[in-house]
Every structure is written in structure tokens, then in C-alpha cells.
């Protein structure tokens, strides 16, 4: 038994070895074996399923003879896992073993698997799917593990004459190589003309090159030709003639099962119409595709250099033959892993190219140097990669043409370099990934995005190229722990090399093109070509090993740049938290999100103040570590309102912890300033009761603490809060006092703690509820000086926020050009500073003046997308005063379109959420379109002008109160009572003291004299 075990464990060995595969250990009749390690290639799932396949077809041939010299059978059952393992020696024996999941699991499918079969898991299907039929086996369980795992049995290989087409199915359109193509084109046109041409395509892998040869395929698809299509491969760059090979086997259909006699006489019926079916021919075509000529039939009789060259000959007056009818198309991919016979074919086929109608098609990566000189018909072609605008386009293709949220395009432009493989992989694992919903025509986060991993398909290829420069391999994982990009002067301070080995072994990485270098050393600087690159090369450490890495760079950045320390804090920071040193990383992280939040990098300041923060949970609590935490908590939240708005969850998790940590720490001062937070998110959410109540505790607080800096705040959140209740006068009232307190000196800082401007925000509403209370132009010198406040003050935010109110307050003039301007400048910045907030409600703005100047289908449409994207960012406030803008578009359009269902909408909403500010005004356009749909609606339109004039009324809202007087006026008007009209109209016109040039008022004015006249 144990020679039978031995001349098995030999069959399975010469196999693995054959696909590079590595036999960690020989366990009784198993054998656990590695594919990526030590050696990664970028097909090791591939190479580990062939290897399988190889192994079941070597028992038929072992068995044959087992069954003969010893009546013994064997049956192989093999399982196959993939994923990410530590390896390391176990105790003292030096074998060096995997460790994790990853080899559990396979032993666990092995188990699972039927006698000579091959059962492979879910994540290793992913990435053999294209290239191996299989069979879903279902759900099962497994010993040691916790969920059911989806298995699936290997059939066999499937035929697929390119690797693109291989993984090609449902792949985007081609993106960004137009130039490339025309040119292909151009050369198909000089084969037809008679004017045979050699096309050499050179790309790094993933760049586009088998993309490429498709779209060339599909171009001349409808044009007579005949297209020869093969591919070079990596197991087999040792066979002769292997593409060439598999090209015709494929051509001429063999199958497995075909006799000898068979074969030959399809290679005889393919060759006769062209006259080359003479004895000869047939033999030397036989020869090649190892199809045994029938006894008698008379030897080659040639050498085997003679033979091959022959053979040659054989393909070359074939492709002339076919040339002959009509042009001929010959693509053949991949010539860095070409055999040298193939390699003198192509030599000649590139010689004698200009003779015949043939466009032959070569693709390789930079490193195969074609031996090839230029010619007149030879084309050189490098694809490039993909600049940053074809890039997005790629990304917004790749996910179906739905929109993507832009942390995630930003994400994936960043990390894919232009390479169009890498976009593509790292879009579909996105997608699968549950990290984003779809809303409409969009994906929406489902939550903070997190650092994207690898794609399991790209970590194959990324981690052989690496695995082929061993001897520098430490240098580039040094180098990917310093980043993207790192100094020559820091990597020789943290690296243990000598400088002439160091920069040695930077040379090779240079040529190798794993990095850029700009410069000279001490004075160089390198770049990792792809970030993937620089990603493989950090995540292939093994934890202990990172840690030492970043301790070293850390305390060589503190202690030899200390600059770095001032103007790149979370440099330090994360490679002290990547140490594990936590204590020093929190106070630079700090500081970063400080800086970043003076410079209005709202999102940059998110990520380091949330760093902090997680660092800080790392270490025992104490009540300094409380007082850090609250601290970046209300330094967090500002930033959270810019990037994501008042009313993001996010907003409400950040200041409701700085509420609960205030507490704890009985600071009065920092419990008003997360007060005011959470009074701001629920003032937004239209949870307006809320936050009324949490602005009174915030004012009563100020009072009794006496600071003038809290009490502005306060006045300001309460006076907002009471208008939009409606209750114009007391909110009018609290702004005041705010204004009258707010020094510019003393409290411009105040827009970094809360998110824009006091002065600003008390203006703003202040002259909207002066506008309400009927003093339009005193509204509109508030809101003039709040622009020029929010100018002085440089601070984006405040500036949107001084902008959007402006707007307010000249539609409520209905002064429409000034209001579109001003919506146009606070679009222009919110998209420049990236404020999806201040962005809705300058889209809204700017919807409302395009519908007022005429363009009512286009405006509402705005406006609708103004009001979508304002409800994205959570916000639900102003809802009823926007849903009454675009039903009035409705109205002036002179149509009811949704316009009475956006109303019924909006009172729905008033009565639901305590909004009461422009209650008045949709009662009053509520009669407006009744009496639009009806003559016969006149008594309830006016018991709608009604409603409105009596909220109006209990408002003092005089502005709101003239515009339903006006309707009212204009249906007693029609109806014959001019009289009661004109002395009702009178009335309010005679109260107004300004504003006399606004459009409301010249209206009154109008109609009153209309009835007025005898």
C-alpha cells in the first residue's frame, strides 16, 4: 500500500509542479497544496483548478496501470478555496503553513466533494466562472463552520479564444480610445485596398488591449473576411506552436471522442480547396495537431529543424490561400508568454504581410520587446491609460448609467489609475458589495463608505508582479507604508539599506514600472504607479511587520522632519495609530481636523476628526479621554453639516454623543454648543416643536452661564425656530438681539464651530421675517448686509448661506433676475466646495426664477430636482413653502398639472410638523386653483382667501395678508362687489409704509385704482 500511496503522491506532484504549484504538505494519502505562495501568479485560482483537472485525468492513466499490476483502484477527491493567508513556521518545524480560514475551508470542500470530482467554493468560482463550466451543488454544511457554504463541482474547461472573452460577458462599452481605433480601421482599409499591414499593440494588463480587439471585431463584423483569433498562454510557453495549434484544433472542431481517421479527413476537406491536400501538406498538418496518419502512408522523412520550418510554410501558404479570396483578419494576444516557434512564425508573417490582404494584430505587455524593426507596414501602439473625464465615464457606464454617489466616483478614480480592468472590478464589487441602495436612477450609501479592498480578481495579478522582483520586494512594502508617493530623503532615513543598495534596488522597482521617479536621489521622489499596486505591496505584510514599519516612520517624522508635525498632522497620526500607538496619534489627528476645517475641507476633516475618535475608543476611558472625544465630537459636527447637511444622520450621531459626553462631564458650555447642534438637525427635520424646546433650554442656559458668545447663538437658534412656526414678531424680535450683539472680531470664529456665520444666519432670517411682517425693504438692507458680511468673512458656507437667503428675499420681492443671479453664484460655489445642501436649495432657487421669466416646464423641473435632491440630504424643512413655488408655477402656467396635489401635500405637511410660515400662502393658492378649474368654485376659493387672510392675520403677517386680500379683492371684483373690494384693499394698502416699488404692492395699487373708477 505504501508504493501505491507514493506513486500517487509522484502523479499529483508532477502535476502541481507543472502549474507552479506548491505542495505544503503531504498528509497520509492528501496533499495540501498552495497556489500565490511562495511564488503569486495572476491566475493562481486558474492554475489550482487545471491543476485539479490535470491531476483526475493523470488517476485514469495511474489507475490503468494500478489495475493491472495490482488490482487496485484509486479514487481523488480535491477542494479548492481561495482567499487572503498569513504563512508562517508552526512551532520548531520549518515548514512554512498557512494560516486562517482559507485552508480550513478547502479542507472542508474536499470532504464535501464526491470521489473524483472537484468542488470549489463560491469565491474561487467567481474567478474561474468564464473559464471552467461548473455545477451549482448547492447550500451545504460544514464542520467548523458557521455559515452553509454555496458549492459548485468543476465540469471542465470551456473553449474561449481570448482571456477578454473569458471575462468579457456584460463587460461597458470601449471608453476613451477613439484615436486607437481609426487608426486600426485606417490599416483594415489598406488590407482591402491590397496593402497588407502589422499592428503591434502594446498596454500594461487591464489597460484595453483585448477590449480593443473586440471593438475591431465588431467594426469589420459585417465585411467579408476571414479572422484567425488565438492567444499565448502561460502554461504553455514551452509547447511549439501552442496558439497556433489550439487555433486550428478549434477551427476544424476536433473533438475529444473523433477517430484518428476522423481528424485527418478534416484537415484534408479544409486544405483541398485551396490545393494544398497533396500527401505532403496533409502530413505536415497532421504532424502539428498530433493526428497519427494511417499505416502506409509514406514519412515526412525530414529533420526536425526541416520539419518546422516546413510546417511554417505550411501556415504562411494557407493564410495566402485565404488572403486570395478575401482580406483576413489575424489576432493573436499576449506575446509576453509567446514559444519561440510561434515567435519564428510571426516573424515571417510579419515579413510577407505586404504581399497578401492580411491585417495581423499582436498584443503584448511592456515588457516583451518585439524583435521586429519598423516597416512601412508595421504600426507601433501603446494604449495609455484612461485620463480622468474617460475615466468617470467609464465608472457611470461600468454601474448600468445609474448615478453613483461621489465619495464613491471619487473613490474609484483615485485608486484605478485610468486602468479600465481595475474600474471595472472595483465598480462590480461596489455593487455586489451591499454598500449602496438604488433610489430611482441613482445609488445611494447605505452608510459611511469604508476604504475599498482589492477585488479578489485583480489580487492574483497584482500580487505576481510584485512576487517577480523578490530580492527588492521589502523596499516597495517600506515604500507603500509611506504611501502613494514618498521621499527619497525619508525612505533612506526609515530603510536599513546602504544608500548605493537602496538606490540600486529603487532602480529596479523604476524599471520594473512599479514606480515613477521624479528626480534625483537625495533629491528624488517616487510614485507607485497604481495605487492597486501600492495596496498589494502594503496589505502582503504581515501585521507585526506594518506595525514596525509605521512606529519607524512615524518617529522619524517627529524627530528629523518636524515640520511635517505643523503642516501635515495626520501624516503622524496615521502612521502613530497604524503602530498602534493610539495616545500619540489622537492629539495629531486633532489637529488635522482642526486645520482641515479652517481650510473648509469639510471632507478631509470628517476623516481625520472620525480617526480620532476611533483611535480614542481603542484605549481605556478615562475623563481626559472624555474631554478628547467631546472635542472632536463638536469640532465633527460643523463639518458633517457642510459635507452632508443639518439633517444627516450623521449630524445628529455626532452631537447627540457630545451631548451625552457633556453631561458626564457637567460642562454647561459644551452641552449649549451640542444643544444647538441637535436644535439645528431638528429644525431641518421639521421636527420644529423639538427644536424650539432645545433652543428655549439653550437660551435659559446662555442667561444663566452670562457668556454673550452663547447667548448670540442661542437667540439666533430660537429666532429661526419661531419663524418657521409663524410667529414673525418674537422671531424677528430674537434675531435682533442677536445682531445686536454680534461682533464680527470677537465672534467670526463662530463659523467653525457651528457650521457658518451668526451674524449672517440672524440676518438672513431676520429679513425674511421683516419681509413677512411687511417691511420689504428693510428685508432687503438686511440681506445686502449680510452678503457683505459673508464676504468679509471668507467662509464658503456662510457665503452659500448669505446667497441662498438672498435669493429668498428677492423672490419674495419678486425681483426675478436678481433672484436667479443670486441662485447661479451659489450653485457655482456649492458644487466648487462640494455642499450638497447649499447645492439643493441653489438648484431650487434658480428653478423657481427660470419658471418665473417664462420657462414654466423647464423651471418646475428644476425646481423638482431641487426639491429631490434637498430631501437627499434628509432635510424636510421649507417643504411646504417649496411645494407652494412649484404649484404657483402651475397656476401662472395656467394649468392645474399636480399643482392642487403639491397644495394638499403641503397643508398635510404644515399640520403635521408645526411649519406655519407659509401656511397662509397655500390656502390663498389653493383658491387661486379653484377658481382656475371652476367658475363654480368661487364660494370655496373664497373661503380659501379667507383661511389665508385670517392666518395672515394671526401672524401679522401683513405681506401674506396683502397677497390674499389681492385674490380675494379680484374675485368680489368679478362678482360685483367693488365697493366692499376697494375698501377692504384700502385698508391693507394704507397700513405699508415701504416697498411701494415691489411687485405686490404695484399690484394692490393697480387693482384698487381699477376699483376706485366710476
Known sequence: MREVVRVYQEACAEVIHSFDG???????????????????????????????LGIMDGMERLNTRLRRDRDVQLAVRVGIHTGLVVVGEIGGRHEHLALGETPNLAARLQAIAEPDTVA???????????????????????????????????????????DFEAVGTGLTALVGRDQEVGLLLDRWEQVKDGFGQVALLSGEAGIGKSRLLRELRERVANEPHTRWECRCSPYHQESALFPVIDLFQRALEFARDDPPEGKLRKIEDRLRPYGLSDPETVALWAALLSVPVPAGSSPLNLTPQRQKQKTLEAVWILLVGLASRQPVLVLIEDLHWVDPSTLELLSLLVEQAPTVRVLVLLTFRPDFRPPW???????????????????????????????????????????????????????????????????????????????????????DSLMARLDRLATVKDVAQLGATLGRSFSYELLQVVSSQDEETLVRTL?????????????????????????LIQEAAYQSLLKSRRQQFHQRIALALAERFPEAAETQPELLAHHYAEAGLHERAIEYWRKAGERAVQRSANLEAIAHLTNGIESLRRLPTTREDILQELDLQTTLGPALIVARGYAAPEVERAYARALQLSRQLADNTRFLIATLGLCSFSLLRAEIQRARELA???????????????????????????????????????????????????????????????????????????????????????????????????????????????AVIHQLRRETREAQDRAEAMVTLATEQAMPFWLAMGIFRRGWAIADQGHRPEGIAEMHRGLTAWRDTGAQLETTYRLALIADAYVSEDQAGEGPELLEEALTLAGATGERFWEAELHRLKGEFLLARSRDGQAQAEASFRQAIERARHQNAKSLELRALVSLSRLWQRQGKREEARRMLADIYGWFTEGFDTADLQEAKVLLDELSAP
Not at 47 to 52: I, K, L, T
Not at 383 to 406: D, I, S, W
Open 507 to 531: 532602480t529596479k522597482l523604476v524599471e520594473a514600472e512599479l514606480l515613477y521617479q521624479r528626480g534625483v536621489p537625495p533629491e528624488a521622489t517616487y510614485f507607485f504607479k497604481h495605487a
Open 696 to 806: 428655549e433650554e439653550c437660551l435659559a442656559l446662555a442667561e444663566q452661564i452670562g457668556d454673550d458668545a452663547l447667548l448670540l447663538e442661542a437667540h439666533s437658534a430660537l429666532g429661526q425656530t419661531l419663524f418657521y412656526q409663524g410667529e414673525f414678531a418674537s422671531a424677528h424680535a430674537h434675531l435682533r438681539d442677536g445682531i445686536a450683539i454680534y461682533d464680527p472680531k470677537r465672534h467670526g470664529s463662530h463659523a467653525f464651530l457651528h457650521g457658518e456665520d451668526p451674524g449672517v444666519g440672524c440676518r438672513v432670517h431676520a429679513g425674511w421675517a421683516l419681509w413677512s411682517l411687511g417691511y420689504p425693504d428693510q428685508a432687503l438692507t438686511l440681506s445686502r448686509e449680510a452678503i457683505t458680511l459673508a464676504e468679509q468673512l471668507s467662509h464658503p458656507t456662510t457665503r452659500a448661506y448669505a446667497l441662498g437667503f438672498a
Open 120 to 162: 470549489i467554493s463560491a469565491a474561487t468560482h467567481h474567478l474561474i466562472e468564464r473559464r471552467f463550466g461548473c455545477r451549482d451543488l448547492g447550500l451545504h454544511t460544514a464542520k467548523g463552520i458557521s455559515t452553509p457554504l454555496r458549492v459548485y463541482r468543476v465540469l471542465g474547461e470551456r473553449d474561449a479564444p481570448s
Open 373 to 459: 524593426a519598423q516597416r512601412a507596414h508595421v504600426t507601433f501602439l501603446t494604449l495609455n491609460r484612461l485620463n480622468r473625464r474617460q475615466t468617470e465615464l467609464l465608472v457611470g457606464r461600468a454601474a448600468g448609467g445609474k448615478g453613483l454617489p461621489t465619495e464613491v466616483v471619487q473613490e474609484v478614480v483615485a485608486k484605478t489609475d485610468g486602468v479600465p480592468l481595475f474600474v471595472e472590478e472595483l465598480i462590480k464589487m461596489v455593487l455586489e458589495s451591499g454598500l449602496l441602495r438604488e433610489q430611482d436612477d441613482r445609488y445611494q450609501l447605505t452608510g459611511p463608505l469604508p476604504a475599498l479592498a482589492i477585488p479578489a480578481t485583480l489580487q
Open 22 to 52: 506548491h505542495i505544503a504538505q503531504y498528509l497520509g494519502d492528501g496533499l495540501l497544496v498552495y497556489f500565490g505562495y511562495p511564488r503569486a501568479h495572476e491566475d493562481d485560482a486558474q492554475r489550482a483548478v487545471r491543476a485539479a
